[in-house]
């Protein structure tokens, strides 16, 4: 392994030292980077310690190395970077049904004529629909002679 590791590489290194902020790990013989809090679960970190302790063998994911030489490094990406690779469906071949020559089209009977009798037709047989339920509406609501108060 290489002194200075590349960004974007995948190393195993040993956690070091924790802190409230993070997790230090030594990458190679002197070379230390740290796992800022954010970077070291898929989940909510609230307590480090919950996760890694001291001595741990971690694999890692170096983030970005400043130009003073600190090295940035993230557990998480490098567990989602192992993932192995789901492998893709293939789609089903579907065979489209067979034409059913049982089913007989026919048209309907036109009895109204043309489109304004059919539309005149519809007009008188809605609004004596309507009509009829607002009398029983009426007579519902209105009490029955007779009847006491």
């Not at 192992?82 to 009977?109: C, G, I, L, Y």
Request: a positive charge; charged letters at 35%; glycine letters at 8%.
């Amino acid at each position: 392994m290489s002194t200075q590791p590349n960004v974007g590489e995948i190393v195993e290194g040993k956690i070091t030292g924790i802190t409230k902020f993070g997790v230090f790990v030594d990458i190679s013989e002197g070379v230390t980077g740290m796992v800022h809090i954010s970077e070291v679960a898929r989940t909510y970190v609230n307590e480090i310690r919950d996760f890694v302790k001291e001595g741990d063998s971690v694999k890692v994911k170096v983030l970005s190395i400043n130009e003073e030489g600190k090295i940035s490094l993230s557990i998480k990406r490098a567990q989602e970077d192992e993932k192995p690779e789901r492998p893709r469906r293939q789609a089903k071949q579907v065979t489209p049904p067979k034409p059913d020559n049982s089913f007989v089209w026919t048209t309907t009977k036109n009895e109204g004529g043309s489109f304004e009798d059919m539309m005149n037709k519809f007009k008188q047989t809605s609004d004596e629909k309507f009509s009829d339920l607002k009398r029983k509406n009426v007579e519902v609501r209105r009490p029955k002679r007779g009847a006491a108060k």
